[in-house]
Structure formats: C-alpha cells, structure tokens
C-alpha cells in the first residue's frame, strides 16, 4: 500500500535549521503526484508550506516560507526532504509529508525549537 | 479573500446527521477535499474532490459543493467519528498557485 515514512523528532537551538526526510514507498515516486509539507503547531491547525515534483524536482513554497524553506529529493531512493533554516521557536510544530492532493499523509515529524 | 473558513466545533448526537460547512471565494474555482484528524495522528483523506468518497471511507460520509460553500455531510455519527475535520482546496490567484486549508472544525459526538 502507499505508505510515507518520515524521520525521528527533532530537538533544535534557536538559528539552527532542520532537515525532514519523507520515504515513500508502494507506488512510482516520480510519477504524477507531488510531494507536499504541511505543519501543525500545538492545538493548531493545518498550515501549507510548499509542493514538490519528484520527476523535475521543481518546487513552490508559501511566501510564509519563501527564502528559508528547501524542498528536495532523492530519487534513487524515493526520498523527499524539507529543510527549514534560522528556526524560531514559533517553528515549533508537527511536520508533514503528504501525496499529492493530500490522499496520503506521512506520520509526523516532532520539531521542538528552545535554547 | 482566499481563505477558507470553517465553524470552530460542531456537536451532534450519536445516531443523527451533521454537517460541516466551509465557505470561501476559491471553491468557486477548485473543489474542496475533507480531511479528518484524530488527536495525536496524521489527518486523514475522508472526501476527495468533486465529492468522491475513498476507498475504505463508509458511505455515511457524503459531500456537496455550492459555488463557494463545500459541506461534508455524516449521516448516522459515530464516537468513532469525532476528530477534527478540514477541508482544503486551491487558490490560482496569485502569482503562483498554493493549497489552502480551513481553520478546522472540532466535531463532538454527545
């Protein structure tokens, strides 16, 4: 079946960045279904931060996010990753991975931010 | 606007029918897809746009869209069906195209 396999929690320093990888598995990664990230801090709802196209590898982001989010991949081994620079503590959040038109969510990514 | 709007919580009793509105001027051009998240998990396709129900989701579970209002219906609620509840569509508007989801909706079943 689809499946997205995200990595561990993170425990990051305030300025520091986080690198989030997204496995997928059970279908072609670089067929017709981008890859989007969407964060959730505590008690809040669901916030788009940006698409990705495993076969081109083009990408988008909100403007939220423009400058300080990287959407890449890894094609050989169907590997997505979100990378989030000069963090906040404001960036403390869940993090996900989901297929295209959101049919498919990854587990979440803890992303705790403090000194 | 481009937002999405949703009622904060909505309560239904178990066994009637409930539904959940989202309102905003980008449904006119992009159906609205229903997320259901329940807490400490990954949201949850319920309603595919052009109100198509995915496979595993129980019938019980319907939507409908009206130019710019798209509303998911559940006919017979469960416990099991308490969770949160966003819809999400897509607003072309500007210079480059981005996903847009509701607020949410907290749905309580009594």
């Known amino acids: 079946q689809v499946q997205l396999v995200q990595s561990e929690a993170e425990l990051k320093e305030p300025g520091a960045s986080v690198r989030v990888s997204c496995k997928a598995s059970?279908?072609?990664?670089?067929?017709?279904?981008?890859i989007n990230w969407v964060r959730q801090a505590a008690g809040q709802g669901l916030e788009w931060m940006g698409w990705?196209?495993?076969?081109?590898?083009?990408?988008g982001s909100a403007d939220k996010f423009e400058g300080r989010v990287s959407l890449t991949r890894d094609v050989s081994t169907s590997t997505a990753f979100m990378e989030l620079t000069n963090l906040k503590s404001e960036d403390s959040a869940v993090y996900y991975c989901?297929?295209?038109?959101?049919?498919?969510w990854g587990q979440g990514t803890q992303v705790i931010v403090s000194s | 606007s481009s937002e999405l709007t949703q009622d904060p919580r909505v309560s239904v009793a178990l066994g009637q029918t409930v539904t959940i509105t989202c309102r905003g001027a980008?449904?006119?051009?992009?159906?609205a897809a229903w997320y259901q998240q329940k807490p400490g998990q990954a949201p949850v396709l319920v309603m595919s746009?052009?109100?198509s129900r995915p496979s595993g989701i129980p019938d019980r579970f319907s939507g409908s869209d009206s130019v710019t209002t798209a509303t998911l219906t559940i006919t017979g609620a469960r416990a099991d069906d308490e969770g949160d509840y966003y819809c999400?569509?897509?607003?072309?508007?500007?210079?480059?195209?981005?996903?847009?989801f509701g607020g949410g909706t907290k749905l309580t079943v009594l």
């Open positions: 746009p052009k109100n």
């Open positions: 999400n569509s897509r607003d072309t508007s500007g210079s480059h195209p981005r996903w847009v």
């Open positions: 059970g279908y072609t990664f670089t067929s017709n279904y981008d």
């Open positions: 990705m196209n495993p076969n081109t590898g083009n990408t």
């Open positions: 980008i449904l006119r051009y992009f159906s």
């Open positions: 989901a297929r295209g038109r959101f049919d498919t």
